[in-house]
């Protein structure tokens, strides 16, 4: 899902929802700057941080396994950023749900909180616009640039969700395994994360509290 909203006091961009096959974000002209991890304190990261924009709530492959290496053959990319600030966008609420990091052997590991959501700061330059791109499901392609028109000096927010599939009757869902499929790591090696409803009362795979894929692989 791409989702674009103005945080500025003018009309909000409609909402941009919906299965991809393909994306594109990135500035025209070209800048040749590319894409950074919002990191505000010195490695190691402490997840007892209190800066949730901090990209580093998401679970990093790389720290876990550091002799792993991506398989290029193993995925697709779907979404394309050439500009930008990642950073985490919306974290985990740990009064709401508990994640844990759990080995094919061993002890889990509390994550206390971890990105549900990431999200691109993208900075415009005088004469310099964002260009979005993307492919529907269905093959129709789509565009947008921003600033709109009539619009120069707005802010905007552009985020890239992954739902949670749902499974009837299943109240633990994860995919993260999915990330070995692309990594060269042996299955006993394998890690994965379960999340845990505090209190029930709101459903784990529905909701953005329980992120299918919070990962990335060094960078």
């Given at each position: 899902?791409?989702?674009?909203?103005?945080?500025?006091?003018?009309?909000?961009?409609?909402s941009l929802s919906?299965?991809?096959?393909?994306?594109?974000?990135?500035?025209?002209?070209?800048?040749?700057?590319?894409?950074?991890?919002?990191?505000?304190?010195?490695?190691?990261?402490?997840?007892?941080?209190?800066?949730?924009?901090?990209?580093?709530?998401?679970?990093?492959?790389?720290?876990?396994?550091?002799?792993?290496?991506?398989?290029?053959?193993?995925?697709?990319?779907?979404?394309?950023?050439?500009?930008?600030?990642?950073?985490?966008?919306?974290?985990?609420?740990?009064?709401?749900?508990?994640?844990?990091?759990?080995?094919?052997?061993?002890?889990?590991?509390?994550?206390?909180?971890?990105?549900?959501?990431?999200?691109?700061?993208?900075?415009?330059?005088?004469?310099?616009?964002?260009?979005?791109?993307?492919?529907?499901?269905?093959?129709?392609?789509?565009?947008?640039?921003?600033?709109?028109?009539?619009?120069?000096?707005?802010?905007?927010?552009?985020?890239?969700?992954?739902?949670?599939?749902?499974?009837?009757?299943?109240?633990v869902h994860s995919?993260?395994?999915?990330?070995?499929?692309?990594?060269n790591v042996p299955?006993?090696?394998?890690?994965?994360?379960?999340?845990?409803?505090?209190?029930?009362?709101?459903?784990?795979?529905?909701?953005?509290?329980?992120?299918?894929?919070?990962?990335?692989?060094?960078?």
């Amino acid at each position: 899902m791409l989702r674009g909203t103005s945080t500025a006091a003018e009309p909000a961009i409609a909402s941009l929802s919906g299965p991809l096959q393909e994306a594109f974000i990135g500035i025209f002209p070209a800048t040749g700057k590319g894409v950074f991890k919002y990191t505000p304190t010195p490695e190691p990261f402490r997840r007892t941080e209190t800066d949730l924009a901090d990209f580093r709530w998401s679970i990093d492959l790389k720290t876990l396994h550091p002799a792993s290496a991506v398989d290029e053959l193993g995925f697709s990319s779907q979404i394309s950023l050439s500009d930008g600030v990642l950073h985490t966008a919306i974290p985990t609420d740990p009064t709401k749900v508990t994640v844990e990091l759990i080995p094919s052997v061993g002890i889990s590991t509390d994550m206390k909180r971890i990105a549900a959501a990431f999200g691109a700061k993208v900075y415009l330059g005088a004469n310099e616009k964002l260009k979005l791109g993307w492919t529907s499901m269905d093959g129709q392609t789509n565009k947008l640039e921003l600033p709109l028109a009539g619009h120069p000096n707005s802010r905007y927010e552009l985020y890239i969700g992954n739902t949670p599939s749902l499974q009837v009757g299943k109240m633990v869902h994860s995919d993260f395994q999915k990330y070995y499929l692309a990594l060269n790591v042996p299955f006993p090696e394998w890690y994965d994360l379960k999340f845990t409803s505090v209190g029930g009362g709101f459903d784990l795979m529905a909701s953005v509290d329980a992120p299918c894929m919070p990962g990335n692989h060094g960078g």
